[in-house]
């Protein structure tokens, strides 16, 4: 299963960015995608999962400002993040949890994408 990103860049102070993650290969089913975050020198964070059914998690660092939604028929998630802060800055991974066409169980990650906030 292979999970591919897009939608990183640099953006200023209170602007906004939408992050995009599709999964592809032989999947039978994801139960749960999120987003994680890791900025130098600090250890990967969790930002935001969303279940099958539409359950979602967030960080109280985000709260109010990102929200994650998915397409299950199109295997996506997506990450809106508004009113962006300087400590948002880090490079975000997309994670997938599901199985796969022969009913075993993987955890997937992206690539990552950068996401830079300054003036």
């Known amino acids: 299963v292979q999970l591919v990103e897009s939608g990183g860049g640099l953006v200023q102070p209170g602007g906004s960015l939408r992050l995009s993650c599709a999964a592809s290969?032989?999947?039978?089913?994801?139960?749960?995608m999120g987003w994680y975050r890791q900025a130098p020198e600090k250890q990967r964070e969790l930002v935001a999962t969303?279940?099958?059914?539409?359950?979602?998690n967030y960080a109280d660092s985000v709260k109010g400002r990102f929200t994650i939604s998915r397409d299950n028929a199109k295997n996506t998630v997506y990450l809106q993040m508004n009113s962006l802060k300087p400590e948002d800055t880090a490079v975000y991974y997309c994670?997938?949890?599901?199985?796969?066409?022969?009913?075993?169980?993987?955890?997937?990650w992206g690539q990552g994408t950068q996401v830079t906030v300054s003036s």
């Open positions: 994670k997938a949890d599901g199985s796969d066409s022969e009913r075993r169980l993987f955890a997937s």
């Open positions: 290969g032989s999947i039978f089913h994801i139960y749960v």
């Open positions: 969303v279940t099958d059914g539409g359950i979602t």
